[in-house]
Nanobody, 117 residues
Framework: VQLQASGGGFVQAGGSLRLSCAVS????????MAWYRRPPGKQRELVAS???????NTVDSLKGRFTISRDDAESTIYLTMNSLKREDTAVYYC????????????WGQGTLVTVSS
């Protein structure tokens, strides 16, 4: 399984970006996919997740601004980010979790989002 994240860049506060994560490999035993981020000097944190059945979960602090979605035909998941704030500046990673207990993890390389004021 390989994940390729893209779509990061510079954006002014209040702007929008859409990140993409192309997934190659088997979907057998796929439990969920997710976006994480690592702000400068901080630990990695969960942003949102989506199951093969389409159930989504976004962390409370980002609800209303961030939306996770998927395109099965393109084997791609997206993170649409609106009303961006400086504190959204981070390296964003996509991840895929396999197995009943999500014990197998695969990560993309990360894409940098920089929000300027």
């Amino acid at each position: 399984v390989q994940l390729q994240a893209s779509g990061g860049g510079f954006v002014q506060a209040g702007g929008s970006l859409r990140l993409s994560c192309a997934v190659s490999g088997s979907n057998d035993n796929l439990n969920a996919m997710a976006w994480y981020r690592r702000p400068p000097g901080k630990q990695r944190e969960l942003v949102a997740s989506i199951t093969p059945g389409g159930t989504t979960n976004t962390v409370d602090s980002l609800k209303g601004r961030f939306t996770i979605s998927r395109d099965d035909a393109e084997s791609t998941i997206y993170l649409t980010m609106n009303s961006l704030k400086r504190e959204d500046t981070a390296v964003y990673y996509c991840a895929a979790f396999y197995g009943l207990g999500s014990e197998f993890e695969y990560w993309g390389q990360g894409t940098l989002v920089t929000v300027s004021s």
